[in-house]
């Protein structure tokens, strides 16, 4: 099995930054591909962002593109993710999650293997 654990959440205000952090334990794939996605109350879970094994590819949500940063250390098993000019919209619960997917990067929730158990960021305005 494959644990991930995130860590990171908070309260901020809004136009502070935040960095969340997802570390993948147990029985992990090689390779994988990794994603943030995130749900607020009473909304369906959305795409956030994804990045290639390599970290050399990635994709964005149209609403948080030029403000968050997906990146990996994989000596680590761990993926980050640097949330800047935050906004109260961002409030939400983030959940990372692992798929092994590889040869392209996706956005559904359905192909994603493994999922984290969730952190929550509130951002205040």
């Known amino acids: 099995q494959v644990q991930l654990v995130e860590s990171g959440g908070g309260l901020v205000q809004a136009g502070g930054p935040l960095r969340l952090s997802c570390a993948a334990s147990g029985r992990t794939p090689s390779p994988f591909t990794m994603a943030w996605f995130r749900q607020a109350p009473g909304r369906e879970r959305e795409f956030v962002a994804t990045?290639?094994?390599?970290?050399?590819?990635?994709h964005y949500a149209d609403s948080v593109k030029g403000r968050f940063t997906i990146s990996r250390d994989n000596a680590k098993n761990t993926v980050y993710l640097q949330m800047n000019s935050l906004k109260p919209e961002d409030t939400a619960v983030y959940y990372c999650?692992?798929?092994?997917?590889?040869?392209?990067?996706?956005?559904?929730?359905?192909?994603?293997?493994?999922w984290g158990q969730g952190t929550q960021v509130t951002v205040s305005s």
């Open positions: 999650a692992l798929t092994e997917v590889v040869h392209t990067l996706v956005v559904v929730t359905s192909l994603y293997d493994y």
């Open positions: 990045i290639s094994w390599s970290g050399n590819s990635d």
